[in-house]
């Protein structure tokens, strides 16, 4: 079984060590930045976690409370991460894997079959938990002085943590592809996925795990204490692993947790390796069949054209194709629902800043607006890095169809800016109007953040269609990787660079007003100021609006020929 499981996972390290050794134009360069991000993240999460549980720590009798309350919470966030994930990573990798035609007819061992794909299901879909759980373990092992020892009993217990959920999760997909087509089951998978995070996220806002920093909110000290002792999920593996690191830390390990995790991952993989063999081969085939699409259009479709023929013809049809393909690819439409839910509780902790009371001043009040601006565009940014970088990506195999028709290379840029920027407009000016009416702003702070984030959803926008068109990768076959790509990690770089210059720029002019309206005793505002730094922060909108989608138009232009 070892040689045929090593014969089975050879391709993928081959590949993968090929495309690591291979020599590619600017290789370093991308290599150093993506270090260079991964250093600083590490950092701050590491900085942020070590002083925390510094503080947790110098507090006596329950400093330890915390810190294993703050692990168990993480851990149950990974957790779920890691369920998802493998439930939508093992569908691609039992089922829809380009080898598995090949796999299918070879005389393979089920077993080993398997194991291979339970592996590769474990490492695709695990490597960014494991990336953000790096600096975690390492500022609980600095701060709980863990030792060398610590690392071992981290990695002995997080390899059982990491095989739960994608024995778990294929079995899942396992039972699903037999009861539905293989490409049914991803669209409903999207949506199942969509869902649960949106629901892990309202569940953790609606759990208020603020109250633990605040314990005069207890009836007793009693109570807060035994809030802390009570397990966070006695039954789920993450209680098991937090229970394991916060013995070893405090110095009285349990081997019980440990005993679970391990007995737990043999009985994951054992009765999936069970059901694999009893379904996989139906399942398979199965896999082959293909969900029904119907080619008609509806009244919508009637009344979007009609409302769009004063465009023209070729510029109609473009939106029409890009609205299109957008609505059809499940896993495209069905991330508005969690974008939804962020956004609601966007606006519910806004609405519950304390603003109100004694110290706050008509200044502060506007101010915090202000500073607002820059949270809301990061969020633009990020939704405009999902759905409006990856445009000309999707385009995919069917580039050459629009290479090799009459088409306006202009044209086709320009129509997926305006239907990537007017939703995230509409989006941008309902978060900056609901929120700027719960904080009761004046009504030049309410004019001047209408007037910022407008222009810089125009410029984030700009920016996407352009680097999105410079660094395309129109192989892809998941819309979601496109974003994580070298092109999305400069674009994310280059948006929040162009945030807080227009926020920089702003800053002194807004300053100016608000402290001459509180403190002047009625001076006048300082005109030259307003003019010249919302103008330069125009400029710098415009320039960034403007200048990436002509050097898209001129890559593209260059390509044809």
């Known amino acids: 079984m070892l040689d045929e499981l090593r014969t089975l996972l050879a391709p993928k390290w081959l590949t993968a060590r090929a495309r690591a050794r291979k020599k590619e134009r600017g290789r370093a360069a991308r290599t150093a930045i993506l270090l260079t991000i991964g250093t600083i993240f590490w950092a701050f999460a590491f900085g942020l976690l070590y002083r925390l549980l510094a503080y947790f720590r110098g507090v006596p009798e329950i400093g330890p409370l915390l810190a294993g309350k703050l692990l168990g919470l993480i851990l149950v966030s990974f957790f779920s991460i890691l369920l998802l994930s493998n439930v939508i990573t093992a569908l691609s990798s039992f089922f829809l894997a380009r080898d598995l035609d090949l796999l299918a007819s070879a005389p393979v061992d089920w077993l080993s079959l398997y194991t291979a794909k339970l592996l590769e299901t474990v490492l695709n879909s695990s490597w960014m938990v494991v990336l953000m759980a790096v600096p975690m373990v390492t500022?609980?092992?600095t701060v709980y002085d863990g030792g060398p020892a610590f690392i071992a009993l981290a990695v002995l217990t997080f390899v059982p943590f990491l095989v739960i959920p994608a024995a778990l999760g294929s079995a899942i997909t396992l039972v699903l592809v037999n009861a539905f087509p293989a490409r049914r089951t991803?669209?409903?998978l999207s949506v199942i996925a969509v869902l649960a995070a949106a629901g892990l996220v309202v569940l953790f806002r609606l759990l208020r795990p603020e109250k633990l920093a605040r314990p005069e909110g207890f009836?007793?000290?009693?109570e807060f204490i035994s809030i802390l002792r009570t397990p966070t999920s006695p039954l789920l593996p993450s209680e098991w692993l937090s229970r394991s690191i916060m013995g070893w830390l405090t110095g009285s390990l349990d081997l019980l947790p440990l005993y679970l995790l391990w007995s737990s991952a043999a009985a994951a993989v054992v009765l999936g390796a069970l059901l694999h063999r009893?379904?996989?081969a139906r399942g398979f085939?199965?896999?082959?069949?293909s969900g029904e699409r119907w080619a008609c259009e509806g009244w919508t479709g009637r009344t979007a054209r009609w409302m769009l023929a004063p465009l023209g013809v070729v510029r109609r049809e473009l939106v029409l194709k890009e609205v299109r393909v957008f609505f059809r690819d499940t896993t495209q439409w069905s991330q508005l629902i969690l974008l939804a839910v962020l956004v609601v509780l966007y606006v519910f902790n806004i609405k519950f800043l304390p603003l109100t009371g004694d110290g706050i001043t008509f200044f502060i009040v506007n101010l915090v607006p202000f500073l607002n601006l820059a949270l809301a565009g990061f969020v633009l940014a990020s939704v405009a890095a999902r759905f409006v970088f990856p445009g000309v990506s999707l385009e995919g195999r069917t580039w050459w169809l629009l290479r090799a028709s009459p088409l306006p290379v202009r044209e086709l840029l320009w129509s997926k800016f305006w239907v990537g920027?007017?939703?995230?407009?509409?989006?941008?000016?309902?978060?900056?109007?609901?929120?700027n009416s719960l904080l009761h702003v004046s009504p030049f702070m309410f004019a001047v953040s209408v007037f910022t984030i407008t222009l810089m959803t125009f410029a984030l926008a700009g920016l996407a269609i352009g680097f999105g068109t410079v660094f395309p990768r129109f192989e892809t076959e998941n819309a979601a990787q496109i974003p994580t790509s070298f092109g999305g990690l400069l674009y994310m770089m280059s948006a929040?660079?162009?945030i807080g210059a227009v926020i920089v720029l702003e800053a002194r002019p807004v300053y100016s007003y608000l402290s001459a309206v509180s403190f002047g005793g009625g001076e006048s505002p300082p005109v030259i100021e307003l003019v010249l730094g919302f103008g330069l922060a125009a400029a710098v909108c415009l320039t960034a609006t403007f200048w990436p989608i002509r050097i898209a138009q001129a890559r593209l232009e260059a390509l044809e020929r």
């Not at 009836?219 to 009693?222: A, E, G, Q, T, W």
């Not at 085939?285 to 069949?289: D, F, G, I």
């Open 219 to 222: 009836r007793s000290l009693v």
């Open 285 to 289: 085939t199965k896999a082959q069949e």
């Open 278 to 280: 009893r379904l996989y």
């Open 496 to 498: 929040v660079g162009v």
């Open 421 to 435: 920027t007017l939703p995230l407009l509409v989006l941008a000016l309902a978060i900056v109007g609901v929120t």
């Open 139 to 141: 500022a609980y092992g």
């Open 186 to 188: 991803r669209d409903i």
